[in-house]
């Protein structure tokens, strides 16, 4: 009698020996996710764009929801904390209800709130008559032609990608073969069992998918409803709308101090009684110190807004915005009408420019080569035709200056009067300005100290037998800022890094990270440090990040990842996501994300893969800089299971630079891959 023989591996089944092959690795010290092999579909989009997998991090990790958000404690789980998945039927509706952004230098749109994609087609969902969605099983519609202003074009338009990633035959569209990179029969919904890791531990540049870091720590330890608060003070007396002394505005480091937002402050100083100002404006930006940067150090290219430098007073992100309008008439043919905003004070801005017929439309330094002279802005080219009307946004290389000039143009635009200058409080992180006058000031019988150094005639003045207001020892106006969600919504969601820079220096001001967290969701918070710089913002997110999490620290030397010295794992950025996702500000982190193929920076998804089943169901960070792409955020896949995914790929210096474009179709499939699972 034969008695048969069996192989063990055959009579258990794929998951089974998966998750004893991982036990039995770290039983034994050994990381068997370590080198763990790519998804085939992100392997194959790898290959033809010529990137090495030593080039690219990879996680993507199944995570689960705890039903008790405050406890770590709590067995019973619910399915999902992301927000609910758009519908591939309302993707356009959802998708023309988000600002469009069609410039890169474009600033973030100036909002109180902001709706969620996902809370938008939930309200869309109610307003329709219930039906079925056959579209879920099926491809997603092709996204609608991107504006022609804008600056990177459908990747599958782009003929880099067409002939260095796709190789696409003539009778073939990019689709199809785009297919070819997504073959639409990975797997059959099923959930992934374990986490996928690929060289996840390997220290990378990560460019702006670092702006997740002190965004989910400021809102862990400031909270949602955080506010920044701008106060004007005054020194000396008022009488008849007029005050004797000097106006002074202390900046509270306020990420988007608008020239909106600007005006409702000095409208609230006039309302307070003050009109005309027999004396200086004072600008106070100490709460910042030593954090100028050369705005050419990074790219050498200073006029762009992501290189504008943080400031205690930041008014307007430091930056011009500029309307270039062709007058059609026969008389001023050839001519462009310009108009600015914010308006300059002592500063001349030229009213027009000469179009010419040759050139392309771009960026302001491409198109118009404009320089920031001593006294007044200059163009070194026409504005060509292709433009039409356009609008291009200039960064001005001095934060104190530009605040200077604004502020005196604003008091002025609003009927109010000012017979001295504006000056900065003279203090160490002064770069430009002169300082504030520190002359002792007057004393009055009544025992209050008037800053009088402006008046001409000190003696008429205090000789005037009217009622006096005696300076005030605290604020007469606080104007409060945008809450923190939305602050961290526009930061996230448009990648602006100024605001980042705003927000990281904000952190040791208001909280101490070996304290526990704060949970009265007050909106004003005490200020906990005089002054804060970058060796005091970096520590405290180190600190946090020892006290909460479990990976090393990344290497920091900004907040928004515009840097080449920083450093961070996949790893990394896993651990800080799975942290957040059961975390009590959760709703407002993951809402503060792009939806791929819908808003943010990660809308063109939808074009590059106009069949991913991520499009509607991915909330992600997209970073991109010369060298490097990024993704990071979460994905609920159609199993019902909810991911982390994080992918980040370096180009390698021994070879040909990276093609961003090309690397961003890999992380586009790592996303559709996952949503499929």
């Known amino acids: 009698m034969t008695v048969p023989r069996y192989n063990f591996c055959d009579l258990l089944p794929a998951k089974t020996l998966t998750k004893m092959a991982t036990a039995i690795g770290l039983c034994l010290g050994i990381s068997p996710l370590l080198y763990a092999q790519l998804p085939a579909p992100v392997e194959a989009a790898l290959n033809r764009a010529h990137i090495s997998t030593d080039d690219i991090s990879l996680v993507i990790m199944p995570v689960t929801a705890t039903a008790d958000n405050n406890t770590t404690t709590s067995t019973k789980t619910v399915k999902s904390r992301l927000p609910a998945v758009v519908p591939l039927n ?144 005054h020194t000396g007396f008022i009488s008849a709308n007029t005050l004797y002394g000097d106006l002074i505005i202390k900046g509270s480091g306020d990420p988007k101090l608008t020239l909106q937002r600007l005006n409702k402050l000095l409208e609230q100083v006039k309302q307070a009684g ?144 000012l017979s001295g200058s504006i000056k900065f409080l003279g203090l160490g992180n002064t770069v430009a300005g002169d300082m504030i006058n520190t002359e002792t000031p007057l004393k009055t019988s009544a025992g209050t100290y008037l800053d009088m150094s402006s008046s001409t005639d000190k003696n008429a003045v205090l000789a005037q037998s009217v009622s006096v207001l005696p300076a005030s020892p605290l604020p007469f106006v606080r104007y409060p800022s945008l809450p923190l969600s939305q602050q961290i919504f526009d930061i996230n969601h448009y990648s602006n890094n100024v605001m980042t820079e705003q927000l990281t220096l904000t952190l040791p001001l208001f909280s101490d990270p070996s304290a526990a967290p704060d949970t009265t969701g007050h909106a004003i918070k005490p200020q906990k440090d005089s002054y804060s710089n970058y060796t005091k913002a970096l520590g405290t997110i180190n600190q946090w990040w020892q006290k909460n999490l479990t990976t090393p620290a990344p290497v920091m030397s900004n907040g928004s990842g515009l840097c080449r010295d920083c450093s961070v794992t996949a790893e990394n950025l896993a651990d800080l996501l799975q942290f957040a996702y059961n975390h009590r500000y959760f709703d407002t982190y993951v809402n503060s994300l792009g939806v791929a193929g819908i808003s943010g920076t990660i809308t063109e998804h939808a074009e590059r893969l106009p069949s991913s089943a991520a499009i509607g169901r991915a909330w992600i960070k997209t970073g991109t800089l010369n060298n490097v792409t990024s993704m990071a955020g979460y994905v609920h896949g159609k199993s019902g299971q909810d991911y982390i995914v994080v992918g980040i790929i ?28």
């Open 90 to 233: 309302l993707v356009q509706k959802v998708k023309a209800e988000q600002p469009d952004l069609v410039d890169a230098d474009e600033l973030p749109p100036e909002l109180e709130s902001t709706a969620s994609p996902s809370k938008i087609a939930a309200q869309k969902l109610q307003t329709q008559p219930a039906q079925s969605n056959p579209a879920e099983k099926k491809t997603a519609p092709a996204s609608s032609t991107a504006s022609q202003n804008k600056s990177s074009a459908p990747a599958h338009n782009n003929p880099a990608l067409t002939q260095g990633l796709i190789d696409t035959p003539a009778h073939e569209s990019a689709s199809d073969a785009l297919a070819a990179v997504n073959p639409s029969t990975v797997d059959d919904n099923q959930p992934l069992a374990y986490p996928l890791r690929h060289l996840s531990e390997l220290p990378r540049t990560p460019a702006s998918t670092m702006k997740l870091i002190p965004t989910f720590i400021a809102l862990d330890l400031l909270g949602p409803n955080f506010v920044w608060v701008t106060q004007a003070y």
């Open 650 to 677: 370096n180009g390698s210096t021994n070879q040909a630079p990276l093609n961003t474009y090309e690397a961003r179709y890999v992380l586009d499939t790592m996303l559709d891959w996952t949503a499929k699972h």
């Open 274 to 417: 003050i009109q005309h100002i027999k004396g200086d404006i004072v600008l106070d930006s100490s709460v910042f110190q030593g954090v100028t940067k050369d705005p050419a150090a990074f790219d050498n290219d200073p006029l762009r807004p992501y290189n504008a430098s943080p400031d205690g007073l930041l008014v307007n992100f430091s930056t011009l915005e500029l309307t270039a309008v062709p007058l059609l008439n026969d008389a001023q043919r050839g001519t462009a009408k310009l108009y600015y905003k914010p308006l300059m004070a002592d500063y001349d801005l030229p009213t027009t420019l000469p179009t010419a017929s040759l050139g392309n439309c771009s960026s302001a330094r491409s198109s118009l080569a404009p320089i920031w002279q001593a006294q007044g802005l200059k163009f070194n080219k026409s504005l060509p035709t292709s433009c039409g009307a356009r609008t291009f946004y200039i960064a001005y290389p001095d934060a104190k200056d530009f605040a200077k000039r604004v502020v005196k143009g604003q008091w002025l635009s609003l009927g109010n009067t």
